[in-house]
């Protein structure tokens, strides 16, 4: 039986945290995140927010991993624009072929898009899968402020 791709739910919502929690701190991730952000993220994927999609890898029940997506518009290429804010798999489950499979997915699901992702330039792993699927670094250095 092969990996499924559905939606996050709300029955999700531990399993998820979990694996946040080993995601954020990671070295794949810059920011440590927090309970209370990872709370509200989860929320927002299986809401009604129009911003935010959460999506599980699972195969015979067991999860595998998950992927958030957000949604936004690009003036720069004149389209919508999708970004892959979250992909994580559980280290038993990688190189399955599970994040080509979410890749293939999110192209098929989003046609005529720009899909967007952040890697840190130090995962060299994460970057080599990245490009074997098309994607390739734009140079901007990216720049935040939080409106609390």
């Known amino acids: 039986m092969s990996t499924i791709i559905r939606e996050m739910t709300s029955e999700d919502k531990h399993l998820v945290m979990d694996m946040m929690d080993v995601f954020y701190a990671s070295p794949a991730v810059s920011t440590n995140g927090s309970e ?21 890898f699972e195969q015979n029940h067991v999860i595998q991993g998950y992927a958030m997506v957000a ?4 003036t720069e290429f004149g389209k919508p624009c999708i970004w892959i804010e979250d992909l994580y798999i559980k280290k038993e489950y990688r190189d399955l072929g599970i994040g080509s499979q979410f890749f293939r997915y999110i192209e098929e699901k989003y046609a005529d898009t720009v899909l967007r992702l952040e890697v840190d330039k130090d995962n060299e792993r994460a970057i080599k899968v990245y490009e074997k699927h098309g994607y390739k670094p734009i140079g901007y250095l990216e720049m935040k402020k939080i409106n609390d």
């Open 71 to 74: 949604k936004s518009f690009s």
């Open 36 to 56: 209370k952000i990872f709370i509200k993220d989860i929320e927002n994927c299986v809401g009604e927010c129009p911003y935010l999609e959460g999506y599980v």
